[in-house]
């Protein structure tokens, strides 16, 4: 008996440890893909697409995830796994030190109310049309507004870990944001100089940094315009990025709240108890706000921020990268073109409500 039950513990023990070399090999690999990705990304011709590192990972994540997976041992599934979802969520709250309470104050009132104004009501027309118009499940539709209304795919990626949603999902609200936010990159511009937009600067700045999805594709169209417009443009969208804490936080309690009835309703159906799902207490949200507090106090040299900026960009594309090798293509060609199109309604949302809000803060608070 002693001795079988030595050996019973012998062969937990090893399969333990391969389990967690399987685990650091997954890790590995998916940081090595994601080395690959930002040299991919930093070639001129991608780069000047306004394309981040983390929209070219989820791509060669996906391509890799559909067309070689087989290639990948079992055991690595545990890394990949790890690197979307606990992982992201630290990359997530380092996101923090971009933004800074001073850089916020500079664009005051108006930067803020565009800001506010232009989170809230593409969140609440997006969830709303694409759950009642194109009948997408709830996360899709979240998924999809919080990559227009915040800052594109890092949204995505806080919004996913929250709902903990299937990563196909958040590859079609990446897609949403690939698309619509490179053609508001070229658009944007050749719009403002023929003057269809009846903007000035500030304006510019404002309408440019409220709407457009990615950090990346709001510099490359600014700089199109003038060094004082990418300058507020630049504010403005770091300043909807602040608002991903208080908006993860209201939508965890929504959600949380969705998932209680569900359960007490199916309790009362069945007479079976039914707990709801857990959700993930977005506590990534909090620290992200501890990091900005942090950056505005110039507590770290600018030197250690910079570095951990770098960092943090690396560990978003391994995110990335892991939930593109995740996704299946089978799965988006269910409900990709829905997705598709709420996009481009929160798109065209985008535009003509954007100019409406801008003009109305530049006029009433500027």
């Not at 803020?112 to 759950?131: D, K, N, Q, R």
Request: charged share 10%.
């Amino acid at each position: 008996m002693p001795t079988a039950h030595l050996t019973a513990s012998a062969t937990s023990a090893g399969s333990s440890g391969s389990s967690t070399r399987g685990q650091l090999n997954g890790i590995l690999f998916v940081a090595l893909f994601a080395a690959a990705v930002t040299r991919i990304a930093a070639i001129p011709a991608i780069a000047g697409l306004g394309l981040s590192p983390l929209i070219v990972g989820i791509v060669a994540g996906a391509i890799y995830g559909n067309a070689l997976r087989d290639g990948m041992p079992e055991s690595w599934a545990a890394g990949v796994n790890f690197s979307a979802r606990k992982l992201l969520r630290i990359a997530v709250a380092f996101f923090g030190l971009r933004v800074s309470l001073q850089e916020i104050a500079q664009v005051g009132l108006p930067g803020l109310a565009e800001s506010v104004l232009i989170v809230v009501s593409t969140l609440v027309i997006g969830t709303w049309a694409g759950m009642k118009i194109m009948k997408l499940d709830r996360d899709t539709a979240l998924l999809t507004a919080a990559g227009s209304a915040i800052c594109g795919a890092a949204a995505v990626l806080a919004f996913e870990s929250t709902l903990q949603s299937k990563p196909h999902k958040s590859a079609m609200a990446v897609g949403s944001v690939v698309l619509f936010g490179t053609l508001s990159m070229f658009l944007y511009p050749v719009l403002f100089k023929a003057g269809w937009l009846h903007l000035d600067t500030v304006g510019a700045g404002l309408f440019f940094g409220g709407t457009i999805h990615e950090v990346a594709q709001v510099v490359g169209a600014a700089s199109n315009v003038s060094p004082e417009a990418t300058h507020i443009a630049t504010i403005v969208k770091m300043t909807r990025v602040m608002l991903l804490v208080p908006v993860l936080l209201v939508v965890g309690m929504w959600v949380n709240r969705s998932a209680r009835s569900a359960a007490a309703t199916a309790t009362a159906e069945d007479g079976k108890q039914h707990a709801p799902r857990k959700l993930a207490i977005p506590w990534f949200a909090l620290g992200f706000l501890a990091f900005v507090v942090i950056n505005s106090l110039h507590v770290l040299p600018e030197n250690a921020t910079s570095t951990l900026n770098m960092l943090d960009t690396f560990a978003l594309t391994m995110a990335m990268t892991a939930l593109g090798i995740e996704t299946r293509i089978s799965q988006i060609r269910q409900a990709g073109p829905r997705a598709l199109t709420t996009g481009f309604i929160l798109y065209v949302w985008l535009i003509a409500g954007g100019l409406g809000i801008t003009w109305t803060v530049q006029h009433l608070l500027g």
